[in-house]
């Protein structure tokens, strides 16, 4: 019983894997990124929320109202991929990293915007 359960689920999740695999696959790692300098990094302790303020100006969706937007709320673990956020003035990717032992997780980062 549970094998012809099981007959229908397979295909499915090596049809997952490999989109996965596929939409990601030109895209920097976190490792990569973070040796770069060229992602923003929090320390997080899976099932811990992180609220992540955007710059002045800058929002995710279209909601005008002077709050919206602004804030970002990421709750879970390390991330091998950037986290990307598409607002009104570009993209900002950011990597979660567990926190080491001792180390205290991050609960409120504020982003800016470096200039080269």
Known sequence: MMRDAMKGKVPVLLACATFSVVCHAGETRCVDRIAQG????????????????????VRVGNDERPDAGTKVYYKGGATSLPLSFPTNQGRYDVCAVLAKAGEQPDQHVVLTRHNP
């Open 38 to 57: 060229s992602v923003a990094v929090v320390r997080v302790v899976p099932g811990k929320t992180v609220q992540i303020d955007l710059p002045p100006g």
